[in-house]
């Protein structure tokens, strides 16, 4: 199994930059992906983007393309999310997720809430 927290959560105003870590713990050699997800108040949870753990490739919602970037430590067993020019509409809780495949997310955080203000 593998454990995840977040931090770097926050309030920032709309134009400025945070970026959120994901600390894994737990069988992380196995690991193939993580990811991110976000959920506002009444809606549903939504894909960010996501990150291979070995190579390194990433894809992201179209949301957030060309705004927000992920990386990741693999010595240190970290994932990153930083997030430029934010609007608004990216507040939300944010959560890191990962699994063993490609198919479905098995382990998830217990989200950081970003807060964007206009």
């Known amino acids: 199994q593998v454990q995840l927290v977040e931090s770097g959560g926050g309030l920032v105003q709309a134009g400025g930059s945070l970026r959120l870590s994901c600390a894994a713990s737990?069988?992380?050699?196995?690991?193939?992906?993580m990811g991110w997800f976000r959920q506002a108040p009444g809606k549903e949870r939504d894909f960010v983007g996501r990150?291979?753990?070995?190579?390194?490739?990433?894809y992201y919602a179209d949301s957030v393309k060309g705004r927000f970037t992920i990386s990741r430590d693999n010595a240190k067993n970290m994932m990153f999310l930083q997030m430029n020019s934010l609007k608004p509409e990216d507040t939300a809780v944010y959560l890191c997720?990962?699994?063993?495949?490609?198919?479905?997310?098995?382990?998830w955080g217990q989200g950081t809430q970003v807060t964007v203000s206009s």
């Open positions: 997720a990962a699994n063993y495949d490609g198919v479905g997310w098995s382990y």
């Open positions: 737990g069988r992380t050699s196995s690991m193939y992906r």
């Open positions: 990150i291979i753990w070995s190579g390194g490739s990433t």
